[in-house]
């Protein structure tokens, strides 16, 4: 059972917590395509056909373990890869990342999010704590942040304990004194028990806990049901 009354600070995971991910990764790959287009139009005939993209960014993650963590450069080198088996120039690479980058800060909020960050940012410092590359000034959502913690900055990615630990760290607490809140059962909410933290679990889709007994504090199914709960 959560304990409120312990609560010092929040850490907060953000694709698919604040946002759904899949629809802003989906539009970002398509206007990448469509820059491509023009200049190496055989390295867009690969990336259309999901095998051979799939193949080829298995072969980057193969042979770069040490950018495991860091989903930019991996998006980048996958980029860089695909141009060169398709005959197409790898120079495009980095200007390729820039657009798809920058749509990928495009987000959409799920409807409760904006009121959700007002209510959490009003009563305990909240800090990102996000595996992935959204932008919190990008996305125009810095101000309700005390700081932001990523994989690929500190890395290492959740649900490795010393992220959680860096988080806390930052917040100038204990970790038995944050509350994590994300959406992922693995990389959040058991992340975070295993961290020491209290944890809450947004299960949007009414899925099994997947870990047995070492369950969250509690589990909502909205950013709405989080703040009723902590109200």
Known sequence: MLDTARIRAITLDLDDT?????????????????????????????????????AVRARVVQARPDLAHDLSAVRREFIRAALTEAGDDPALTDGGFDVFFAERQRVELYGDALQALDYLAARHPVVALSNGNANLGEIGIARYFRGSISASQFGVAKPDPRIFHAAAQHLGVEPSQVLHVGDDATLDAHGALGAGM??????RGGADWPHGEATPHATVDSLTALCRLLD
């Open 18 to 54: 604040l946002w759904p991910i899949w629809p802003t990764m989906e539009r970002a790959e398509q206007v990448l395509r469509g820059w491509l287009r023009p200049q190496a139009p055989a390295t867009v005939a690969l990336l259309e056909q999901p095998e051979r993209a799939r």
């Open 198 to 203: 209290q944890a809450v679990w947004i299960n």
